[in-house]
C-alpha cells in the first residue's frame, strides 16, 4: 500500500556518522519495531501522527522472532543482503480506528508511543504515503495491509 518510502533526517545522519565517521549507531531499531499510522508523510519537518487512543489502536509491534516482522519478500526473519529488494511485512498488519481519521501513509518507528511531536518523533526510522492517496475512515472501520504490501527498500 505505501508507495515510496523516505528516512528521517534522524537516521540519514546516523547512517553517515556510523559508515563515514566510525561513531556508534545511536538510534538503532531494536529487537521491536512499530508500525504507526500517519496523517501526513510530505517531509520530515512536517509528518504527523494520528495519536493512539483518539485516532486508532495503537502502534502495531513487529519482531524478528514473531509473526510480526520485516524480511525479504515478506518470509519471516530473511535478512536483507546485496541485491535484495528490500524488507516487507510478513502478515497482514490490522488497525481499527477510534474516531473518524485520515491517513496519509506509515511509519516505521522503534518506540511504541509518539515521542513528543511527530514531527520531531526521533523513533520515526521510516515513512511512506499510500498508493491512490489519502484513505478516511469512520469511528471502528478498519484498514489493513496485506502480507508483503509494506516494504522498506534503500536504494
Known sequence: MPTTTAMT???EAELLNTTLRG???TATGGATLYIALMTNVTNDGSLAE???GSGYTQR???TPTSAQCFG???VAATPATAGSAGLSN???VTFTAGGTITIAGIAVCTAQAISGA???DASILY???ITGGSVTLGNTQTITFAANNITIALE
Open 72 to 74: 525479504v519478500g515478506g
Open 9 to 11: 533526517n534522524n537516521l
Open 23 to 25: 561513531v556508534s549507531r
Open 50 to 52: 494520528n495519536a493512539s
Open 118 to 120: 511527530a514531527s520531531g
Open 127 to 129: 515513512y511512506g504515503d
Open 60 to 62: 502495531i509491534a513487529m
Open 90 to 92: 510478513c502478515n497482514a
